[in-house]
Each structure stands twice: as structure tokens, then as C-alpha cells.
């Protein structure tokens, strides 16, 4: 059994004003829950509700921590593998990391050595949030790029497994 089956992580981030928690829970491979509302002096109240709703346990991590777990938990579906296979350039981007631009057109994203992938019209990320394209690179995009242009973490190859 992988070590990371076993604890929820969270991270808290400021957006627009308010304070925002991804969580990971426990046997998790994706964000499954995301908490709003608090303004950022009421952190301790905030990280008691995540507490309380995670009885068993969870554990802060800076965001470059809770994207390496996050990095740590994730490789490519079936669906995924084949449209990296079968894409548009025509070329084998298997060996890719895959980022969900959520906020943007994936034509707005310009990251040197990427190749943007349009998705399904009816694909969504965790049951509610539009998926625009999928962002594909070479190796792991660092925490501040991921922010920038509002990207998510989809998979990565298996061989990338930490």
C-alpha cells in the first residue's frame, strides 16, 4: 500500500479575498473538497472546520508541499493515455505532465514547450467546473506558474510515480 493512502492534506490559499482549502483526502487522487467563505483573519476558525470535518486527521502543507503530494498521488486514466496518444500534433505526448485550465482558453496559456489539447464539451473536473483544454508539458510546471494561469494538476505518467 502506497504511504499516501493513509492521511487527508490540505492546503489554504487566499482568492479574491477569502481564504480557500484544497483537500486531499485519504485514498484520494484528486481535490475533492474546496471550502468558502472565511476572510483571511479568521484563518484559525477556518482550519477548526476543516478539522472538524476530517475527524480522522489531516495535515497543512505549504501549496509547494500539497502540489508535490498532490504530483505524488496522481497518473494518467485509460481516457487520458489515449488522447495523449492520439492527438492533434500527432506526436506520443505520454511521457507528459497533463494540467485542466479551468479558468481560461487554453490559446490564453503561454508556457514555453506546452502543447494545449481542447476538451470534450462536456468534460468537468470534479462534477462541477468546466474543463477548457488540457494543458500538456514535459516535466511538473512549478507552483507560482500553476496559480498564474489557473491550472490543475490532472496526471502524469506512471514512471513519474515519487
Known sequence: MKEWLD??????????GYLVAHILPSYSARIT?????YAPDEEGEFVKEIKCAHPKGCV????TGFQRELNSRTTYTDEMWNMLFGNWTGRDLTAQWVYASLVRPISDVHIESTVGIIAPADTLYENRYVVHGYIVHP???????????GLVFISKPEESMV
Open 60 to 63: 497543512r502543507y505549504d501549496p
Open 7 to 16: 492521511h487527508t492534506v490540505y492546503e489554504i490559499v487566499e482568492e479574491d
Open 33 to 37: 473538497e474546496m471550502h468558502y467563505g
Open 139 to 149: 516535466g511538473p510546471l512549478d507552483a507560482d506558474t500553476i496559480r498564474h494561469y
